[in-house]
T-cell receptor
Framework: DTGVSQNPRHKITKRGQNVTFRCDPI?????LYWYRQTLGQGPEFLTY????????KSRLLSDRFSAERPKGSFSTLEIQRTEQGDSAMYLC???????????????FGPGTRLLVL | DQQVKQNSPSLSVQEGRISILNCDYT??????FLWYKKYPAEGPTFLIS?????DKNEDGRFTVFLNKSAKHLSLHIVPSQPGDSAVYFC?????????FGTGTSLTVIP
């Protein structure tokens, strides 16, 4: 399977705990995105990487959130001191962009569903 | 601010008939538009896209229409099949900025 994979698929944690999610993009894709999706909403942008560089972060991404893509391949999203409001589906997407003005299609992973009790 | 809107949260269609899903956007700078399909407990799956320089793109049973003057796009599925039952999200982009609608849940009745 050469699609985007995410682990774990489900995570239940207690408020105040730290959690870390992993995303493995489609190989050779140079961009990787993190989104959050809550019930009844579309995916909301959190942050994205071009290779290993984190180029943009949303205002939704508080300082409790940190993302890394150390070698330009897989990425991790960590949430520190989780709050009940962090409960959501966290989606990862990857894309291959060969030129700045090119059309970009993102391919999504299955998501990690987080429940903070 | 919701830059991409899907005003119909749900749609039911008889098998074999046409399904039309609609999407409106507010930012005239968007230059690429996509439709995704999502089953429960799965991530969105890319379905079809259209560049702002076109007004129609077709892929099998799926056709996307873009009306730039009205800032409106639609997805036509014909004929609809029960396996098409899912939530459909439209997305609009400019560069690396992607904005998604809230989704329309399509039910195709056998």
């Amino acid at each position: 399977d050469t699609g985007v994979s995410q682990n774990p698929r489900h995570k239940i944690t207690k408020r105040g705990q730290n959690v870390t999610f992993r995303c493995d993009p489609i190989s050779e894709h140079n961009r990787l995105y993190w989104y959050r999706q809550t019930l009844g909403q579309g995916p909301e942008f959190l942050t994205y990487f071009q290779n290993e560089a984190q180029l943009e972060k949303s205002r939704l991404l508080s300082d409790r959130f940190s993302a890394e893509r150390p070698k330009g391949s897989f990425s991790t999203l960590e949430i520190q001191r989780t709050e009940q409001g962090d409960s959501a589906m966290y989606l990862c997407a990857s894309s291959l962009v060969l030129r700045l003005a090119g059309e970009e299609t993102q391919y999504f992973g299955p998501g990690t569903r987080l429940l903070v009790l | 601010d919701q830059q991409v809107k899907q005003n119909s949260p749900s749609l039911s269609v008889q098998e074999g008939r046409i399904s039309i899903l609609n999407c409106d956007y507010t930012n005239s700078m968007f230059d690429y538009f996509l439709w995704y399909k999502k089953y429960p407990a799965e991530g969105p799956t890319f379905l079809i896209s259209i560049s702002s320089i076109k007004d129609k793109n077709e892929d099998g049973r799926f056709t996307v229409f873009l009306n730039k003057s009205a800032k409106h796009l639609s997805l036509h599925i014909v004929p609809s099949q029960p396996g098409d039952s899912a939530v459909y999200f439209c997305a609009a982009s400019k560069g690396n900025q992607f904005y998604f609608g809230t989704g329309t849940s399509l039910t195709v009745i056998p």
